[in-house]
């Protein structure tokens, strides 16, 4: 079993910036393929990025393409997304997950293990 546990979440103005962290904590002896997603109350999951279990490869939901970076530093156990340009529609809470396998992946039910989330809010 894997821990999940964001932070970095918080109140920020419309154009400005922030970065979220997710780290990993027991059975982490292997690299997996991890994402964040958002989730907007009353809404569905909505997938924001993705990365594999090297660092290799990323993918990027349009939304948030040329704004938002994933990456990873796999001797930490850290996951983080640098949220550039924020819009008050990137207003949500944002999770952090892992999957059993290596590869990045967009599809929520791929993934095993989940945070509990972090709140981002941007004003206008």
């Known amino acids: 079993q894997v821990q999940l546990v964001e932070s970095g979440g918080g109140l920020v103005q419309a154009g400005g910036s922030l970065r979220l962290s997710c780290v990993a904590s027991?059975?982490?002896?292997?690299?997996?393929?991890m994402a964040w997603f958002r989730q907007v109350p009353g809404q569905e999951l909505d997938y924001v990025a993705t990365?594999?279990?090297?660092?290799?490869?990323?993918y990027y939901a349009d939304p948030v393409k040329g704004r938002f970076t994933i990456s990873r530093d796999n001797a930490k156990n850290v996951m983080s997304l640098q949220m550039n340009s924020l819009k008050p529609e990137d207003t949500a809470v944002y999770y952090c997950?892992?999957?059993?396998?290596?590869?990045?992946?967009?599809?929520?039910?791929?993934?095993?293990?989940w945070g509990q989330g972090t709140q981002v809010t941007v004003s206008s």
């Open positions: 997950a892992r999957r059993g396998s290596f590869s990045a992946s967009p599809y929520s039910h791929d993934y095993e293990d």
């Open positions: 990365i594999s279990g090297n660092g290799g490869t990323t």
């Open positions: 027991g059975r982490t002896g292997s690299v997996y393929g």
